[in-house]
Nanobody
């Protein structure tokens, strides 16, 4: 049974920081591209950042220079360090695991709210 469990969301003021974590189980973690997506109310889910099995990363233009994705294969965990948060970063953030031959899995999501 595959599980992706996110944590680290919450309420933060503009300019603040949060670190999201996603612990995966039931998959061969180091074979998967791991990603973070987000969905704001009334909007489509969008890619925020992803890291491939070999460590390559890419980011949405809106978060470049502010967010950093990383993975720890020994802990089956992917992180998203979010700095200089803006109100427009408010969304539910979802962890995603993708492998070409298997497909993809989603976590349940964690709420991030940026507000003063």
């Amino acid at each position: 049974q595959v599980q992706l469990v996110e944590s680290g969301g919450g309420l933060v003021q503009p300019g603040g920081s949060l670190r999201l974590s996603c612990v995966a189980s039931g998959i061969i973690f180091n074979m998967y591209t791991m990603g973070w997506y987000r969905q704001a109310p009334g909007k489509q889910r969008e890619l925020v950042a992803r890291v491939t099995s070999d460590g390559s990363t890419d980011y949405a233009d809106s978060v470049k220079g502010r967010f950093t994705i990383s993975r720890d294969n020994a802990k089956n965990t992917v992180y998203l360090q979010m700095n200089t948060l803006k109100p427009e970063d408010t969304a539910v953030y979802y962890c995603n695991a993708y492998a070409t031959v298997v497909g993809q899995f989603w976590g349940q999501g964690t709420q991030v709210t940026v507000s003063s």
